[in-house]
C-alpha cells in the first residue's frame, strides 16, 4: 500500500482516486468501531439496570456481573463490585476495539485493492488511441504502457491472495461463531419480550445482535465487493481498441481478459466465497435455529 502511494504522487487524477477510498475507509473504519464500543455501552448499561430495578440485587454478593465469573472471594462490599465491574467493563472494551480494528482493516485491505482495479481500468481505457491508425505498444500516456498495466493486474491478483490468506480462517471463525452467537441473542430477544426484566434484557441484547450480523455482513460484502469489481477488469479490456495493436500486443490483451474471468474473492476457510448469497444463509440458518429453539422452549 505504501508502495501504491508513493507511485501516484504525480499523478493527480490516481492520487485523487486513492484519496477517496482512504477516506471512505477511514469513515467506514469509524462506523465500525463506534457501533460496536457503543453495543458494549448499552450491554453494561443493561446488567447495570436489571441490577437496580430489581430489589433482590441490591446487596453486592446478589448483584450480576457484566461477565459471568467465578471468584476465589466473595462480592461483599461496593467497593469490591465496582472494581471487579470496571475491571470486566475494561475487558470487554479492549476485547471489541480488537475485534473492530480486524475487521476495520479488511474494508481498508479490500478498499485499497478496489482502487488499484479502478486505476487498472482507467490505464486500459487510455492505452490505445482512438486517434492513431497503427497502435504501438506504448500508450496515450508514456507512463502507461502494455507492460505496466500487465504489471499491475498482476499486482492487484497476488494483493488479493495476500487478503484471502489472512482473513480466510478468521472469516470461518466469524461465520461460525456469528451464526450461533445471533442464534441465542435472537432467541433471547423473542423469549424476553412481555417478560418484567424485558427491558433491561432489550437494551443490553439488540445493539449486540446487530453488531453480530453487521460483523458478517462485512465480511461477505466485501468478498462481493472485491468479486463485482475484478469483473470490470475485463469488461474494460475488452472495451478498449485492442483489435487495432500490433498482433503481439493483441495477443497479450487477450490473455489479460482470460485471466481477468477468474474472479477474485474471499473465502470462508478456503470452503465458500463470501458474497450476499451467503449473508442471507448466514441469517436464514439462525432464523431457523431460533424456530427449533423456540419450538423446545
Known sequence: MVADWRNYTTNLLDLRLLTNMAHFAHRASRIIIGLQVVA?????????????????????????????????????????YTGVTIIQFVHLMLVACGITVINSLLVTLILHDCGQI????????????????????ESVDETITLRSVIIK???IIVFSNNIENVY???????????????????????????????GAILI???????TMNLEVFIYCFAGEYLSAKSKKVGDA????????????????ILFLILRAQDRLTITSGKIVDLSLERFTSVIKASASYISVLLAMY
Open 204 to 210: 443490553k441484547s439488540v445493539l449486540f445482535y446487530i
Open 153 to 155: 493486474h498482476q499486482q
Open 118 to 137: 479502478d486505476i487498472l481500468c482507467k490505464w486500459l481505457t487510455k492505452i490505445f488511441s482512438n486517434n492513431v491508425s497503427h497502435v504501438s505498444h
Open 40 to 80: 458494549v455501552f448499552f450491554y453494561s448499561y443493561g446488567v447495570l439496570a436489571a441490577n437496580a430495578s430489581d430489589p433482590d440485587r441490591w446487596e453486592p454478593f446478589a448483584r450480576e456481573l457484566i461477565l459471568k465469573m467465578d471468584f476465589p472471594f466473595n462480592i461483599s462490599t461496593n467497593s469490591i
Open 237 to 252: 479490456a475488452y472495451n478498449s481498441l485492442w483489435y487495432k495493436a500490433q498482433t503481439k500486443n493483441c495477443r497479450m
Open 168 to 198: 480466510t480462517y478468521i472469516a470461518l471463525m466469524i461465520l461460525l461463531s456469528d451464526t450461533l452467537i445471533t442464534c441465542c441473542l435472537g432467541f433471547i430477544i423473542v423469549t424476553s419480550i412481555g417478560t418484567p426484566s424485558g
